[in-house]
């Protein structure tokens, strides 16, 4: 009996760090048979992560603006920045939970979390590299050719096998134990406050924030309106259609306690501001998503304060602070 | 004695070995009317154009999703590792979104778009020359969501013969002054995409 209750603890979080499914989530969309996870392959993905060596000037590694305590988001920075204090159009969303998402970025234009990281490596106002330049510079180095030999078996690395280890990390960047999880769970419970904002969410905000991932991945103007200074026009990026101009993905609330700043465009600052914004409809500016408008009904300030008590309770400590994540000493 | 064996063996040897390589592959054959189509030479169009190519690259597939990529600056890739009597010019959504990124769909080749997942199925950039006037061109082609897919699917002529591209009448129709750049899927993608298949004879 005594042994057995840390075991199935253990079944929850394994300690490694490597990808799970938590109980009664869907079925994850990551296609695992085509890169089959490995502690090496994510361990080597987690170097990768955290190594300057895939930008250009080797000044930035995806945690520059992908920081563990705030959820694998930047802290404190509106939109991402590059080498060269290049400033980039979007705010750095947080990583979590990848294994579920369709298709990637604000605008939904990458389909395949392999591929996703091309982006961020060889934008010019990010890592500004090429896949020539980044394969060059791993070749060279014995210590990484030794550790993608281990992996994948070859004495070269390719593109598919620095594309792929880079996914064996962030795919296991799995968030589901904050407190509304053991709630779920029957593990624990909500205070009065927070029971009065979870009913207050699933009235007005689990359509698009569903859970348990907490977002319908879907594309939607939230009414905070273009950004007067960045010509960004969002999902019609994509598409070309004109009815997608300024539609953005609905982002997680998982951790967004820690995630700020907020909105596509890291305008807002202060999560108390989103409530704000969202219980206020004389504030908001076309377009505005259907979704949106059908609400319409305006919050207390006490609801408000109630909201914010649960959003809460998404804060997953123990995703935030596991150091099988973090920066590995090489 | 032991000479004439051997050049036997030796010439079985050589029949395997040809056999060998040759079998299930088919050539390419690119031409320009009745010349050889070669990247940076001028080939008169329309008459009066003159129009020379820097650059010409595109994916060919056949239905067992074996894919090759076709390259201009590189006579070697003008040997199709298969001979299936139907080919594959574009591709389609599920090989174009696979994720596969590896082989002849490594995006180091220039033909993914990142951004916005898909592969380019055609790349040309060239030069025209018209009346005392040079036109650049630069033409990303590809487009694997409905309406604008870039897909097709052609029979090859005759079973032993190397498939032949005729780049004459394609030449002649590309929008080199009402667009000379395209970077993205859309109706006109479309149109150069289709008239770059109907070269295959």
Redesign the interface.
Same mark, same amino acid.
């Given at each position: 009996m005594l042994i057995g209750i840390p075991l199935i603890s253990l079944m929850f979080v394994p300690i490694d760090g490597l990808f799970y499914r938590p109980e009664k989530w869907p079925k994850p969309i990551y296609?695992f048979r085509?890169n089959p996870l490995t502690f090496e392959g994510y361990t080597l993905g987690r170097t990768l992560f955290y190594d300057p060596i895939l930008s250009k000037d080797s000044t930035i590694s995806c945690s520059s603006c992908h920081l563990q305590f705030t959820a694998f988001a930047h802290v404190d920075h509106p939109t991402s920045h590059g080498i060269n204090s290049r400033a980039g159009k979007r705010n750095a969303p947080g990583l979590m939970n990848l294994a579920w998402y369709p298709?990637f970025?604000w605008d939904g234009?990458?389909?395949?979390l392999?591929?996703q990281a +091309?982006?961020p490596l060889?934008h010019p106002d990010e890592m500004g590299e090429t896949?020539?330049g980044v394969?060059v510079k791993l070749n060279r180095n014995e210590a990484y050719k030794s550790e993608f030999k281990k992996v994948f078996g070859t004495e070269r690395i390719?593109?598919?096998h620095l594309?792929k280890a880079l996914a064996q990390f962030t795919v296991s960047l799995v968030s589901a134990n904050s407190k509304y999880d053991s709630v779920m769970r029957k593990e624990s419970s909500f205070n009065e406050q927070e029971q009065r904002g979870y009913s207050l969410f699933l009235k007005h905000c689990n359509q698009c924030h569903t859970a348990p991932l907490f977002t319908n991945f879907e594309f939607k103007a939230n009414g905070i309106g273009p950004n007067a200074l960045i010509n960004d026009s969002g999902r019609r990026? +994509?598409?070309?259609k004109a009815s997608d101009a300024y539609l953005f993905r609905i982002p997680t609330l998982r951790n967004i306690e820690y995630s700020f700043p907020y909105m596509h465009d890291g305008r807002i600052t202060k999560l108390k501001d989103v409530i704000h914004h969202y219980a206020n409809s004389s504030n908001w500016v076309y377009p505005i998503s259907k979704e949106l408008k059908l609400k319409n009904n305006s919050l207390s300030p006490e609801d408000q304060k109630d909201l914010i008590k649960f959003l809460k309770t998404l804060t997953d400590k123990e995703f935030l602070f596991n150091p099988s994540f973090g920066y590995r000493l090489k | 004695m032991i000479a004439k064996n051997t050049l036997t063996l030796m010439s079985l040897w050589l029949y395997f070995i040809l056999f060998g390589i040759t079998y299930g592959q088919r050539n390419i054959i690119i031409k320009v009317g009745s010349e050889p189509f070669n990247l940076n030479s001028n080939y008169l169009i329309n008459g009066v154009d003159s129009i020379r190519i820097d650059l010409f690259k595109f994916y060919i597939g056949n239905q067992r999703g074996d894919y090759q990529l076709v390259d201009a600056s590189d006579v070697d890739t003008y040997q199709l590792p298969f001979d299936d009597k139907f080919l594959i010019i574009g591709m389609d959504s599920v090989t174009n979104t696979s994720g596969k990124l590896d082989g002849v769909f490594d995006p180091l080749l220039g033909m993914y778009w990142a951004w916005n997942t898909g592969y380019i199925q055609l790349k040309i950039k060239g030069n025209c020359y018209s009346q005392g006037f040079n036109s650049s061109f630069d033409y990303h082609i590809g487009g694997y969501q409905v309406p604008y897919l870039t897909y097709k699917v052609v029979k090859v002529q005759s079973n032993n013969a190397p498939l032949t591209i005729d780049l004459k009448h394609f030449f002649s129709v590309l929008p080199i002054y009402s667009t000379p750049k395209i970077m993205l899927p859309g109706p006109i993608a479309q149109e150069i995409f289709y008239n770059f298949t109907s070269s295959f004879k």
């Open positions: 296609n085509d298709n970025h234009g990458v389909l395949s392999n591929g +091309i982006n060889t896949l020539e394969l390719t593109t598919s594309l990026v +994509i598409t070309g | -």
